[in-house]
Every structure is written in C-alpha cells, then in structure tokens.
C-alpha cells in the first residue's frame, strides 16, 4: 500500500462519523451503488465461511418507517403509547436515500458460536 493510499484510509477512519437520518440530504443514491457496497460487505470475515449477515434493502424509505411505526404502535399499550415517538419513527426516512436492515441468519456449523455470527455480520455492516 503506498503511504497516500494509507494516509487516505487513515483520514477516512479517523473523521467518520454518525450522522443521523435527519441530518441527510434527501439525494437518492443510485440503486447500482447500494448494490454494490452490499456486494463489498461479503468480503468480511466469517468463521467457516457461514455468511450469516443478511440484507433487505428498502429503495423507499417510507415503506420501512411506516411499517417500522405501525410496529411500534401495535406492540405497546394504548397507555404506554407515545405519539412523538411513533411520528418520529414514520418520518425518520424522510431525507434518507435507503433504509438497509441488516439480519443475522445463523449458518449451518453448530460449532459456530452464535457471538462469532454476530462478529461477522457486525464486519460486514
């Protein structure tokens, strides 16, 4: 690797930050991209080569944060029901470009360990 190669990564790693949905900008990001970041993400480390990380990919973000609200409605109370939370969760996606949920499956070694499943898919992510 040459040193502006790893100066790059470095500066890359070093200023990464969360932002949050509401912070974007509310460009959509071409679907082929989405593809492939989702294809880079099999490169990443699995014990027996299990795969376990799983990813269903919303291209309307919307749907997601509807269903995701409608969720949360139907598994609380009337009592325990708050309507900021449930209009957050409905709007969360409404500047995001995808809602990407990232599943583990576990593979098909038993001898796996359900943390190292775990580890794989938090690689891939």
């Not at 795969?51 to 269903?56: A, D, G, I, N, T």
């Not at 919307?62 to 269903?67: D, K, P, S, T, Y």
Request: with cysteine; proline share 6%.
């Amino acid at each position: 690797m040459h040193s502006t190669d790893f100066a790059t990564i470095s500066n890359i790693i070093q200023t990464r930050r969360s932002i949050k949905p509401n912070m974007m900008n509310g460009h959509k990001a071409p679907n082929g991209h989405i593809a492939a970041l989702l294809e880079l993400a099999d490169w990443a480390p699995t014990h027996g080569f299990t795969e376990p990380w799983r990813f269903v990919v919303y291209e309307n973000p919307a749907e997601f944060c509807h269903q995701h609200a409608e969720l949360y409605k139907q598994s609380v109370s009337q009592e325990d029901f708050n309507e900021t939370v449930f209009n957050n969760m409905l709007h969360q996606g409404d500047k995001v470009s995808h809602a990407i949920i990232a599943i583990m499956q576990r593979g098909d070694l038993p001898k796996i360990p359900p943390f190292e499943e775990v580890a794989a898919v938090s690689s891939a992510v």
